[in-house]
């Protein structure tokens, strides 16, 4: 054997390279990777806020649903203003006020706190209790007070329709076409989805 020939034995294997790192090289992009997680992290931050402020809406809705299915029953019909007001009075307001709930209060909460008995206008206007504001008003107060916190208009007699479901006589309710129902239903869902809380 010629021994300036390699053996197979000599051979070595030959090293890898260091692994390529993910790493960031340059501190800019540690910036850049930093602004990222912070704008993230407001984004949540506001979003779960505005997912807590909006809970008294989704009860409203749910509540309203709940009622939606019953449409001829009575009962269905004259918790309507009730809990037109109830979502109302559950609105978030300014926190210097001096009865404001906390953000996400219940609309159960605030129903707990401040007890309403039977169909509500009357018993709303007296509670002395009850924060000034919606719970106090009533006719075209009322009607403003809707149309001022919804972008669509309403019916000029919506303030009118929602008293006549409170007050009128059971045979007055029986007497109405289903389709006024039906329109009565949609209204009020319409401002509880849309209605804003700025006005």
């Known amino acids: 054997m010629n021994p300036s020939i390699p053996s197979i034995d000599q051979l070595k294997e030959l090293p890898l390279p260091a692994p390529v790192s993910y790493a960031p090289q340059t501190w800019g992009w540690w910036v850049l990777l930093a602004a990222l997680v912070l704008a993230a992290l407001i984004i949540g931050v506001r979003r779960y806020r505005q997912w807590r402020r909006d ?7 749910a509540r309203l649903a709940q009622l939606r299915d019953r ?3 009575l009962n269905a019909l004259r918790e309507l203003p009730e809990l037109l007001k109830r979502v109302a009075l559950s609105m978030p307001v300014q926190p210097n006020h001096r ?5 996400g209060a219940s609309l159960l909460a605030k129903r707990s706190a401040h007890p309403i008995s039977g169909s509500t206008d009357i018993a709303l206007a007296r509670a002395g209790s009850l924060p000034p504001g919606p719970a106090a008003i009533k006719g075209d107060r009322w009607q403003n007070f809707l149309q001022r916190h919804c972008k669509k208009k309403l019916p000029a007699d919506f303030s009118d329709q929602l008293a006549q479901l409170a007050y009128a006589p059971d045979a007055t309710l029986r007497a109405l076409p289903a389709p006024q129902r039906q329109a009565l239903f949609d209204t009020c869902q319409y401002w509880l989805e849309h209605h804003h809380v700025a006005a």
Do not use: H, I, M, T
């Not at 809970?55 to 809705?61: N, V």
């Not at 009865?99 to 953000?103: D, G, H, K, L």
């Open 55 to 61: 809970q008294y809406r989704r009860e409203g809705l």
């Open 71 to 73: 449409s001829d029953d």
């Open 99 to 103: 009865n404001a709930f906390p953000v």
